[in-house]
């Protein structure tokens, strides 16, 4: 029988929202990384030094896993393929991402900034937004595109001599993959299983005024996906290790049951907005740059719509505004 290997965890800082993001070194029938953290100076040269403490440097890397295209997951890769031969898996629904980078990064930031000037912020806080999303660093671009290979739902993986089927569970966002081992003990649960519940992220998409197409609603069928495999070990995208995955889903659950209970309180009071429902729910957290709990107050709202709960104030005013339904 094969060595079954533990994937070792290197915590790359990242001080937004979270302070790290983990990647994962694989030992096994190819070294392999999964992720490789946001991009700075300083971060390239610890996981230099945090693979040189395991016996390994950067062209000892064959493969390098990407479960999504947010920053601090890609933010490293060009470094790597310069520096070694590495292979590079990664979701068929990012290719666009490395490919033209600034035109998704483009998209991305006109509908965030039409988003957000719907949601009844004041004036002044709109526009430190806006200023913060201009000034986001762009994914910079992968020239070799031979050595990208793109995956899809359904397919394996070979991670540290063993198989992983390749999921995809949108909620975090619409590309988000986890990897599954075979016999369903272990994940890599990236940014979909975490110690807290993940920020649901609004995404452009062609069912815009479809409730039920919400971040937090397809967070909560993923969710309902991966309780059925009853993980014992989940490897996250932040934060520590942990095992017990249905246990940890369920009290996620609990939470988001009882924080939506709470919108819908705030709603009938006549905090209106999806920004004052933000004030009156998550008031220590400053927007920018912490966007967390404002988008978990539109999964809210979107649920609380679909329940017959809400409903639009004014569907001819860009401005969202909702009213309790008697």
């Known amino acids: 029988m094969a060595k079954k290997f533990h994937p070792i965890q290197i915590e790359v800082s990242l001080d937004i929202m979270f302070q790290s993001v983990n990647t994962y070194l694989m030992p096994g029938d190819a070294l392999s990384l999964i992720d490789c953290g946001v991009y700075t100076d300083e971060n390239w040269h610890f996981l230099q030094a945090e693979l040189k403490k395991y016996g390994y440097q950067i062209s000892d890397i064959e493969q390098v896993i990407i ?48 988003l957000i000037g719907n949601l009844g ?13 201009d000034a986001r660093e762009i994914a910079r671009p992968i020239e070799e595109f031979s050595r990208i290979q793109y995956y899809e739902e359904g397919e394996k993986l070979h991670l540290g001599n063993t198989k992983w089927e390749i999921l995809n569970t949108p909620g975090h966002c619409p590309t988000q993959h986890i990897f599954l081992e075979e016999g369903a003990e272990r994940v890599f649960g990236s940014d979909m299983l975490l110690p807290i519940a993940p920020m649901p992220i609004p995404v452009e ?53 009882m924080r939506k209970e709470e919108c819908y309180e705030a709603i009938k009071a006549g905090f209106s907005t999806p920004y004052e429902v933000n004030r009156k729910m998550y008031p220590y957290q400053q927007t920018p740059p912490d966007f967390s709990g404002l988008y ?31």
Request: hydrophobic share 40%; glycine share 6%.
């Open 296 to 326: 978990m107050v539109l999964g809210y709202l979107q649920l609380l719509q679909m329940e017959g709960k809400i409903r639009r104030f004014d569907e001819k005013s860009p401005t969202l505004s909702y009213i309790a339904i008697p």
């Open 67 to 114: 479960t999504h295209e947010h920053r601090d997951h890609i933010g490293m890769l060009p470094e790597i393929m310069a520096n070694s031969d590495a292979q590079i898996l990664a979701p068929k629904a990012i290719q666009g991402w490395f490919e033209n980078p600034a035109e998704m990064d483009s998209r991305e930031v006109k509908f965030t900034r039409e």
């Open 121 to 133: 912020f004041p004036e002044e806080v709109l526009q430190k937004a806006h200023q913060f999303f």
């Open 205 to 257: 998409t062609n069912e815009e005024n479809d409730p039920e197409s919400g971040a937090l609603a397809s967070l909560l069928k993923s969710y309902d996906r991966v309780k059925a495999f009853d993980i014992q070990e989940v490897f996250p995208g932040h934060g520590p290790i942990f095992s017990g995955a249905n246990g940890v889903i369920d009290r996620q659950l609990a939470r988001i049951g």
